[in-house]
């Protein structure tokens, strides 16, 4: 007889194996051995009545059912870690001295410098505003702090980002550059295409971690925009941003408009069951900038 009700292990223990597509990797990313991930998942198909994962010799594969529990199950986890950090942020007891009326602010680190700044000025001059902590992510890591409760709101760039699951308003759109080494040749050229920049054997593109790999390619993996920056003067690599990152960039870097890039839209995001009035007097500031 099918149930309507799962636990939090049984989650875990799918998610892992949905995104692993693998039961022994999934076994050693939980920490188990691999006969009881196996049976905890056949037990999870039985309770719910349906099948989740398709088995052959190469590996696993998700059904139609097993999408949809992958992408609820994802959503119902990062509630459940989210509700105790939000909790104790609203009561501030979540760090020393922490203050009630407080709100974190996910940033991809370097982008929108200048927005970002006429924002917190904006807001700061408000009567009754809350402290703004500031804290800057690698590409993509809005979306997941934001769902996981480490942030309450964050600033988020399509198409690089998904807004799905979350109320937005647009603030910004702007095009993007190829930041490269200033001595290279291509620095001489007022504008660029993106296939211009595509395949040249001694400058490849830098690669960013997405869900916790690196996409293939020649270029360096990159952990952060310090380390971004210097492989980038010392002709390691190059990267491609929205026009706003010129704001760090060091004289050995030369930036150079894209042509054909698409457009870099910025938006001010949050959770949509959010009934905060902080969060609310923050948006109302952004929308007016």
Known sequence: ????????????????????????????????????????????????????????????????????LLDEGRAALDAITAAPRRTRRAGGTDRPGGSRNRLVLAVKAAASHELLQKLLDAYAAEPDAAEIEVLPSGTCEQEEMLRDGRADVALMHTPYNSLTGFDSEQLLTEGQIAILPAGHPLAAHKTLSLADISDIPDLPLARWPRHGTYPPGPGPEIHDQTQLAQLIALGRTMAVFPDSARAWLWAEHTAVPLTDAPPIVTHIAWPPHSRSLTLAALIRTATRL
Do not use: W
């Open 1 to 68: 007889m099918a149930v309507d009700t799962l636990e939090t292990r049984e989650l875990k223990y799918f998610l892992a194996v949905a995104e692993e597509l693998h039961f022994g990797r999934a076994a050693e990313r939980l920490g188990m051995a691999q006969p009881p991930l196996s049976r905890a998942i056949q037990q999870l198909e039985r309770r719910l009545g349906v099948r989740l994962l398709e088995r052959n010799r190469r590996g696993v594969c998700l059904t139609g059912a097993g999408e949809v």
